[in-house]
């Protein structure tokens, strides 16, 4: 097992990464370059969604995401438990709105392979509909509900991440400022500077989970790591009554109430490089949709928009693993939609390999040396 190890990335899944290697016995030092939990993990309604998120077959990615729920309550439970902060999670169910008759067909095959998944998923019709959700547009013809699918309150577990790392000792270094160089032997040992670091970093081993950014270290790994932002715009309204009781999803974007009295609508997915600002046509779809789908929203104000950038791989597939080559190096990045569910998985398999133990899971889809290596 390594005695140091540097984690580079202060999102949800360099948190994770850290909390878990801390709580296995390991030294740890997290530098982000900004704050923590400032992008995608920001921007997200927390979904834990694997049945929604995956709706065509039952492939690699589905079965990570299903693993990492699986995780979720003992993972939620030593958060909570040695922060003393709640996630907010909340079992409430979601349900797929189907406005068109034709679209009924499809979700037959949907359920067959999600229910033997264990999703518990069942078509109910429009009156069904109307009683799990009576704000919803009666021109809704059918609905897939899905009883176990949840969600948490990301910027909460965020912060519940943190305080957790820091009683278990993670050294936190925040607003590093850029990476500047990173050096990693082959035969072990790697050092990291940054800009506002008064001097590098030494660890075994280095875990990067730099998100939209992780593209970045091609330079010095010598590897191809085609991630790219793609911006998720998001708005909130205010939701005191609970009106909307699920979390609710149709073609156009996706409903999710907070214990905070806040309704989230989420997401515009545009290509926008690293700018994080939200637009009115971004903003504006998700507004439109609101008032088709919930006429209660028609004449109220967003209370807060924002966009965060979520890491898109080339394939779709997140990069975990260790680098080939690069003996102390590993990845853990790319999670896209889904870096909040994908979470404890992600850490439970990166300090497997750190522990060089057989991983939770297969990692073989997910290789970060999937993709041709680059001239150095
Ligand atoms: N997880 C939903 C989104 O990225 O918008």
């Known amino acids: 097992m390594p005695q140091a190890v540097a984690v580079l990335g202060g999102g949800i899944i360099g948190l994770s990464c850290a909390f878990e290697a801390a709580r296995r016995g390991m030294r740890v030092t997290l530098i982000e370059p900004g704050g923590l939990?400032?992008?995608?993990?920001?921007?997200?309604?927390?979904?834990?969604?694997?049945?929604?998120?995956?709706?065509?077959?039952?492939?690699?990615?589905?079965?990570?995401?299903?693993?990492?729920?699986?995780?979720?309550?003992?993972?939620?439970?030593?958060?909570?438990?040695?922060?003393?902060?709640?996630?907010?999670w909340v079992q409430s169910g979601s349900i797929n709105v189907v406005m068109h008759e034709a679209d009924i067909l499809p979700i037959e095959s949907r359920l067959r392979w999600q229910n033997e998944w264990g999703a518990a998923a069942q078509l109910i019709d429009a009156a069904q509909l109307q009683r799990l959700e009576p704000m919803l547009s009666t021109?809704?013809?059918?609905?897939?509900?899905?009883?176990?699918?949840?969600?948490?309150?990301?910027?909460?577990?965020?912060?519940?991440?943190?305080?957790?790392?820091?009683?278990?000792?993670?050294?936190?270094?925040?607003?590093?400022?850029?990476?500047?160089?990173?050096?990693?032997?082959?035969?072990?040992?790697?050092?990291?500077?940054?800009?506002?670091?008064?001097?590098?970093?030494?660890?075994?081993?280095l875990v990067v989970c730099a998100g939209a950014w992780t593209g970045a270290y091609e330079r010095w790994f010598g590897l191809t790591i085609p991630i790219h932002p793609i911006r998720g715009q998001i708005c909130s309204f205010e939701h005191p009554a609970n009106e909307v009781r699920h979390m609710v999803f149709s073609s156009q974007a996706y409903w999710v109430g907070k214990r905070n009295d806040r309704l989230v609508c989420g997401a515009s997915e545009d290509v926008a490089g690293f700018?994080?600002?939200?637009?009115?046509?971004?903003?504006?779809?998700?507004?439109?949709?609101?008032?088709?789908?919930?006429?209660?929203?028609?004449?109220?104000?967003?209370?807060?928009?924002?966009?965060?950038?979520?890491?898109a791989t080339r394939d779709g597939l997140p990069l975990i693993g260790r680098v080939e080559g690069i003996g102390p190096v590993i990845l853990a990045a790319g999670?896209?939609?889904?870096?909040?569910?994908?979470?404890?998985?992600?850490?439970?398999?990166?300090?497997?390999?750190?522990?060089?133990?057989?991983?939770?899971?297969s990692l073989n889809a997910f290789a970060p040396n999937r993709f041709s290596y680059i001239e150095k």
């Open 275 to 311: 700018e994080t600002n939200v637009t009115e046509r971004g903003i504006g779809r998700l507004i439109r949709s609101s008032s088709r789908l919930f006429p209660f929203l028609e004449r109220k104000e967003t209370m807060h928009r924002w966009a965060g950038l979520r890491p």
């Open 335 to 361: 999670h896209y939609r889904n870096g909040i569910l994908l979470s404890p998985v992600t850490a439970a398999a990166v300090a497997d390999l750190l522990e060089e133990k057989t991983s939770v899971v």
């Open 37 to 88: 939990g400032g992008q995608a993990s920001g921007a997200a309604a927390g979904m834990l969604a694997p049945f929604s998120e995956n709706t065509e077959q039952p492939d690699d990615f589905f079965q990570l995401c299903l693993n990492s729920l699986r995780l979720y309550p003992e993972w939620i439970r030593a958060v909570e438990e040695l922060s003393g902060m709640s996630a907010e």
């Open 139 to 205: 021109a809704a013809v059918a609905g897939v509900y899905t009883p176990g699918e949840s969600h948490v309150y990301a910027p909460k577990l965020v912060s519940a991440l943190e305080s957790a790392c820091r009683k278990l000792g993670v050294e936190m270094l925040e607003h590093a400022g850029d990476i500047e160089e990173v050096q990693a032997h082959p035969s072990g040992g790697a050092s990291v500077r940054a800009k506002a670091l008064d001097q590098p970093v030494h660890a075994d081993r």
